[in-house]
């Protein structure tokens, strides 16, 4: 199973950037898809949860700004990120679940927003 996460980049405050994480290998279903992110200095930080039904979940430091979305078909998560801030900076991970607590990630990208 491969994460491969694209969209990264620098962006101005106010700004917009839109992850993608596509996910690769012998997968039946996909549970929880995620996105995570981790400043420099700081833990890793769970941004957003959608589960294989649709329902989301935010930090509250993003709601109201990121929107996730998936599709299963094509076994895709998004992060549309949107009003960006510049304590949005960090790299960015997705992350699935499939099955029981078998975890899965991508190898990071890396998000820079100016003030």
């Known amino acids: 199973v491969q994460l491969q996460a694209s969209g990264g980049g620098l962006v101005q405050a106010g700004g917009s950037l839109r992850l993608s994480c596509a996910v690769s290998g012998r997968i039946f279903s996909i549970d929880r898809m995620a996105w995570y992110r981790q400043a420099p200095g700081k833990q890793r930080e769970l941004v957003a949860t959608?589960?294989?039904?649709?329902?989301?979940n935010y930090a509250t430091s993003v709601k109201g700004r990121f929107t996730i979305s998936r599709d299963n078909v094509k076994n895709t998560v998004h992060l549309q990120m949107n009003s960006l801030k510049p304590e949005d900076t960090a790299v960015y991970y997705c992350?699935?679940?499939?099955?029981?607590?078998?975890?899965?990630w991508g190898q990071g990208t890396q998000v820079t927003v100016s003030s």
């Open positions: 992350n699935i679940e499939v099955g029981i607590g078998n975890l899965y």
């Open positions: 959608i589960a294989v039904g649709g329902r989301t």
